[in-house]
């Protein structure tokens, strides 16, 4: 049996965690974004350097778990003299774990347009950026938008495994509110329940753009 008094009482607390939860979703998939595509084009390069550290930073945040990533930014790097503290740790590693998945999704969106366009932008004299940015990059957003949403929904779940390094968003809220009120079903399910809100309002977006483009490209 539900307990409503509960609910309604701590509500607003969870509230506050799922606007935390928020701003976190909305920097990381900002920074992701701008990770995957230098990524992205690195790997794309001729240049041997670029092309293999982008190459290596992809195979190795694709190879590892998301939870040692951060732990290695949060309980590692202080080690080394660098302490980001937990909402910077949380932030970068979701950024650099969600730029290695962008990173494939847009180079896979790149090389999807034909090879020939790219050659003719650089034949009337633009330059390669130039050619990327009115040419092939524009094209590629309408193939890689599905994808790219698909990484950011999952991106927002993954928000609560930064509560194992103290930040205080949704989960870590819940699980402060389950040492007081020893109601766990209550909280987990007010968890659930907005994590729900914000993936489906973020799905609903993507779908905006999704149909705006194809509305374009008509």
């Not at 990173?103 to 130039?130: N, P, W």
């Not at 309408?142 to 928000?159: A, E, S, V, Y």
């Not at 309002?201 to 993507?206: C, N, Y």
């Amino acid at each position: 049996m539900l307990d409503w008094q509960i609910i309604i009482h701590y509500f607003p607390f969870m509230l506050e965690g799922a606007w935390l939860t928020l701003q976190i979703s909305v920097i990381s998939v900002l920074l992701g974004l701008v990770f995957g595509l230098a990524a992205a084009l690195c790997k794309l390069s001729h240049n041997k350097f670029l092309s293999g550290f982008a190459s290596f930073y992809i195979w190795l945040i694709r190879s590892t778990p998301l939870l040692v990533q951060l732990f290695i930014i949060y309980f590692g790097l202080p080690q080394l003299g660098i302490d980001l503290g937990p909402m910077l740790s949380g932030i970068l590693g979701l950024s650099l774990n969600a730029g290695a998945y962008n990173a494939e999704t847009i180079r896979g969106g790149i090389i999807s347009v034909h090879a020939g366009q790219l050659e003719a932008a650089r034949s009337l004299g633009m330059s390669f950026g130039l050619a990327m940015r009115r040419i092939i990059l524009p094209q590629a957003l309408r193939i890689i938008i599905p994808p790219l949403g698909n990484n950011f929904i999952i991106l927002i779940k993954d928000t609560s495994l930064v509560s194992t390094i103290t930040v205080i968003e949704l989960t870590m809220t819940a699980q402060r509110l389950i040492g007081s009120t020893y109601k766990p079903f209550e909280m987990y399910l007010m968890a659930a329940v907005l994590y729900a809100v914000l993936t489906s309002s973020a799905a609903l977006l993507l779908k905006t753009f999704e149909k705006r483009f194809a509305l374009e490209r008509r």
